[in-house]
């Protein structure tokens, strides 16, 4: 099984500042099956970014994936105050699909 | 609208049985996989299994093997979760989502409380 390791656990900014947010694969995620979800308080998780660094449908050009191999990383280039929420990474490679464990977004 | 809507909350006592559903609409329903996902505070986000509505194959996380059962009703496009004997750690809420890969479309959640 595929352990993901989110950092940092929470990250405290302001809004217009810039959000990088790491995850860690124990080992290589196949093909770059690495997906990142928002949620929100009270909703389900949304998918922001499929296969390391593809936007899904409707998601804003400030939210970028980027890395291979065991190492990730999501960056929100300026927040805007509906970014505020938990972010957590998923690997779709290989069985079982794992998700990390989160990185909360916090205003500051 | 591609969507996914789920059963309401359930409160049950351990020991019962319960089977909640997702039903999919917008999109043609037996060519995407179904996921189910578990979500608790302490343990976060958990892959339960998914099903391929097509021919009904279902595929289970380990953790969750025999634990749960996956089906699904072609004839109204509804996949359900099912457990024969609710356990308090059941107590979750339950997330169904679309998948080809990443999760696009999910559930609205499916709280699930197993209390004595």
């Known amino acids: 099984e595929i352990v993901l390791t989110q950092s940092p656990g929470t990250l405290s900014l302001s809004p217009g500042e810039r959000a990088t947010l790491s995850c860690r694969a124990s080992q290589t995620v196949s093909s770059d099956y690495l997906a990142w979800y928002q949620q929100k308080p009270g909703q389900a998780p949304r998918l922001l970014i499929y296969?390391?660094?593809s936007r899904a449908t409707g998601i804003p050009d400030r939210f970028s994936g980027s890395g291979s191999g065991t190492d990730f990383t999501l960056t929100i280039s300026r927040l805007e105050p509906e970014d505020f929420a938990v972010y957590y990474c998923?690997?779709?490679?290989?069985?079982?699909?794992?998700f990390g464990q989160g990185t909360k977004v916090e205003i500051k | 609208e591609v969507q996914l809507v789920q059963s309401g909350a359930e409160v049950k006592k351990p020991g019962e049985s319960l089977k909640i559903s997702c039903k999919g609409s917008g999109y043609t329903f037996t060519n995407f996989w179904i996921a189910w996902v578990r979500q608790t505070p302490g343990k976060g986000l958990e892959w339960m299994g998914f099903?391929?509505?097509?021919?009904?194959?279902?595929r289970y996380s380990p953790s969750f093997q025999g634990q749960v059962t996956i089906s699904a009703d072609n004839s109204i496009s509804t996949v359900y979760l099912q457990w024969n004997s609710l356990k308090a750690s059941d107590t979750a809420m339950y997330y169904c989502?679309?998948?080809?890969?990443?999760?696009?479309?999910w559930g609205q959640g499916t709280t699930v409380t197993a209390s004595s």
């Open positions: 989502a679309r998948t080809k890969g990443a999760f696009d479309i």
């Open positions: 099903i391929y509505p097509g021919d009904s194959d279902a």
């Open positions: 998923q690997q779709y490679g290989s069985s079982p699909r794992t």
């Open positions: 296969g390391a660094s």
